[in-house]
């Protein structure tokens, strides 16, 4: 199916004309049911046979983690669920994937929670009916609660060790006051120290988001509409909806100017820069959020001028790129190097500086801007080569908007952003006085 999207946008652009409405990125006809309880299920029939995708996306991430002291429990939460339940628990449930000759796990990030399970689609109505059972039916001891927030904590030291994953975890603290943000997937470290003795915490934790109306089912594969809301309908139907909506912080505009902060590594390492300017939240009916992923493609990816000179030319630079990540709320447009010579920190900065005011100052060649719009369409139509990886695009929009046609709409805004616009969101998020720059190096050096 990807590859007849591909051909038929390929012919439509080699006569000059663009893309149709009725090629839609998203290929796929797709059912959207919504039960009474708020559960939402998407069926997604794929052509691809035998093999059924079953993705669940919790839209609770580090997002919510809204209570001073207690970051990180969407994250533990990740491996709590894996602790199981009366009827299944972990060795009974493991024997079950074993059986199938599934392949399962999780995710987390800062607006979601994900669990997938790809099995053959003669094992559909078991993996169904024991992932409703440890979504309803949770059970574990007090112990085992403290076993695995240990877990967490030598997660957290194991990550930490990365120069990156720090470098991440300073910037989003140096760049967010209010909003939840401003801590990492994991949390602060004070709180998961503190996690052993949040066991009662925990309880409600799960009571307020492991609910029906925070959950989307997204079903890819050899199925039909019909077999999968029957199912559904039979081992999640009473699952009872809840009542709690998280007073989310609203970040405050930036103040003060410019946030700059540093790392001080201890041991041997490369340098490293994170420049970031405060950005959009994900939508499909602005055009700011897809004119900012267009223009990190064209001055940051490999093709753009500014990757030539530093990492080809130059050689000053072995890791470089942008990206706008999409998020419920205002995230961040961020660009990133790491560098071979401390030495080089300013020169590189002032580069990247002075490609971000070309931005503001300058529109884009409106035929660079088409063929990057071709590219990243063609990249995605490739990307949905199986129904796993159908599964995993749709969960992640879903995540944001409950529905794949959310995909759909965003590539209609790619289609639309002109030259202009570029410029215009340039303007408009990246300036000095919303801009955090975070520096690593080692040794002392800066």
């Not at 949770?138 to 030598?154: H, I, M, N, P």
């Not at 990816?301 to 530093?310: G, N």
Request: glycine share 4%.
């Amino acid at each position: 199916m990807a590859c007849l999207l591909l051909l038929l946008v390929c012919a439509l652009m080699a006569n000059g004309a663009p893309p149709p409405r009725a090629a839609k990125a998203f290929p796929f006809d797709y059912d959207l049911h919504d039960f009474p309880n708020g559960l939402r299920l998407v069926t997604i029939p794929t052509g691809y046979p035998h093999v059924v995708a079953l993705y669940i996306v919790v839209q609770a991430g580090s997002r919510n983690e809204v209570e001073p002291g207690k970051s990180g429990f969407a994250h533990l939460f990740e491996h709590m669920m894996f602790r199981g339940t009366k009827q299944f628990p972990p060795a009974r449930y493991e024997d079950v994937l074993k059986q199938a000759g599934a392949a399962s796990n999780a995710y987390t990030s800062d607006d979601l929670t994900v669990y997938h399970t790809t099995f053959s689609k003669d094992d559909f109505d078991n993996i169904v009916m024991m992932e409703a059972d440890r979504f309803q039916n949770l059970d574990y001891s007090e112990a085992a609660f403290r076993t695995e927030t240990l877990a967490v904590l030598g997660e957290y030291n194991k990550n930490s060790a990365s120069p990156p994953v720090k470098l991440n975890e300073v910037l989003r603290n140096t760049a967010f006051d209010k909003h939840t943000y401003k801590h990492t997937t994991m949390g602060f470290l004070k709180d998961i120290e503190d996690m052993p003795n949040q066991y009662d915490y925990s309880r409600l934790f799960y009571k307020r988001f492991y609910r029906p109306e925070y959950t989307v089912i997204v079903v890819a594969g050899d199925i039909t509409k019909e077999r999968s809301r029957a199912t559904v309908e039979k081992y999640w139907g009473k699952w009872q909806r809840g009542d709690y909506k998280p007073a989310i912080p609203a970040e405050l505009p930036p103040s003060g100017g410019p946030r700059a902060n540093h790392v001080n590594w201890p041991t041997r390492t490369m340098p490293w820069i994170n420049i970031a300017y405060r950005a959009a939240a994900y939508t499909d009916t602005e055009i700011d959020g897809a004119a900012l992923d267009l223009l990190a493609y064209i001055g940051f990816s490999e093709t753009s001028d500014l990757y030539q000179k530093l990492v080809i030319k130059e050689q000053k630079v072995d890791a470089f790129g942008a990206g706008n990540p999409d998020h419920v709320d205002p995230y961040l447009f961020r660009i990133e190097a790491r560098l071979k010579k401390p030495a080089e920190m300013a020169a590189v900065r002032d580069e990247i500086l002075a490609t971000v005011k070309v931005f503001r100052e300058n529109t884009v060649s409106a035929e660079k801007l088409e063929s990057v719009k071709r590219h990243l369409r063609y990249q995605f139509a490739l990307s949905l080569n199986s129904s796993e990886a159908i599964a995993a695009v749709a969960a992640r929009y879903c995540s944001l908007r409950r529905t794949p046609e959310t995909i759909n709409r965003l590539y209609d805004l790619y289609a639309r952003v002109t030259p202009d616009d570029i410029r215009n969101v340039a303007r408009k998020y990246l300036v000095d006085q919303g801009r955090t720059i975070v520096t690593l190096t080692s040794g002392g050096a800066k």
